[in-house]
């Protein structure tokens, strides 16, 4: 059974920095992205990052590029963001989750364009002063 | 960059109703759409991808279709546990996008 759980999230200031941890298992972690997905409270699903399965690409979305680092640790099977500089508006669930394909890369080496298929309990991380 | 459009933003229903859910993509996006379906508090699940594939144990009342820019999600038989947020997500090109979510309510 596929496990993603998340930890880390918590209260922090603005300008502050947190990183998030995601421990994997039931699966063959080397062999997959992941990537991280947050939701602002009441809000819809935004994708934040990815990390291709070897970890050596990463994909960031507009918002976070220069303030998060993703990474991984395929010997731990654990999945990480760091985050900083972080903004009220970073206010959200954060989401680790499983890409759907094993050692996948599209013909444009793309790793990420494909479905999300397990995700995390997620863990909130509340930006305030 | 990809628009993506999801409608309704919520509905109403019954038990046993048929329920549509519908996402508008532009530019097209061949069959690259998956449908989440996300309950309070709970992570989203996978329903439906490549369009029209049901993951695996997911119950057959769930039906996924279209492709290029006009998808649909129908539930062909409402039942008490589907009463959630259904999101849309195209990976077709970056930047991935998700729908706006469509909360389906009890009647």
């Known amino acids: 059974e596929v496990q993603l759980l998340e930890s880390g999230g918590g209260l922090v200031q603005p300008g502050g920095s947190l990183r998030l941890s995601c421990a994997a298992s039931g699966f063959v972690f080397s062999g997959y992205a992941m990537g991280w997905v947050c939701q602002a409270p009441g809000k819809g699903l935004e994708w934040v990052s990815s990390?291709?399965?070897?970890?050596?690409?990463?994909h960031y979305a507009d918002s976070v590029k220069g303030r998060f680092t993703i990474s991984r640790d395929n010997s731990r099977n654990t999945l990480y963001l760091q985050m900083h500089s972080l903004r009220a508006e970073d206010t959200a669930v954060f989401y680790c989750?499983?890409?759907?394909?094993?050692?996948?890369?599209?013909?444009?080496?793309?790793?990420?364009?494909?479905?999300?298929?397990?995700w995390g309990q997620g863990t909130l991380v509340t930006v305030s002063s | 960059a990809i628009q993506l459009t999801q409608s309704p933003s919520s509905l109403s229903a019954s038990v046993g109703d048929r329920v549509t859910i519908t996402c508008r993509a532009s530019?097209?996006?061949?069959?690259?759409l998956a449908w989440y379906q996300q309950k309070p508090g709970k992570a989203p699940k996978l329903l439906i991808y490549?369009?029209?594939t049901l993951q695996s144990g997911v119950p057959a009342r769930f039906t996924g279709s279209g492709s290029g820019t006009d998808f649909t999600l129908t539930i062909s038989s409402l039942q008490p546990e589907d009463f959630a947020t259904y999101y849309c997500q195209q990976f077709n090109s970056h930047p991935v996008l998700f729908g706006g979510g469509t909360k389906v309510e009890i009647k």
């Open positions: 490549d369009a029209s």
């Open positions: 530019p097209g996006i061949n069959n690259a």
């Open positions: 989750a499983k890409y759907q394909l094993e050692n996948y890369y599209d013909r444009s080496g793309y790793y990420d364009l494909q479905t999300l298929e397990y």
């Open positions: 990390i291709s399965d070897s970890g050596t690409r990463t």
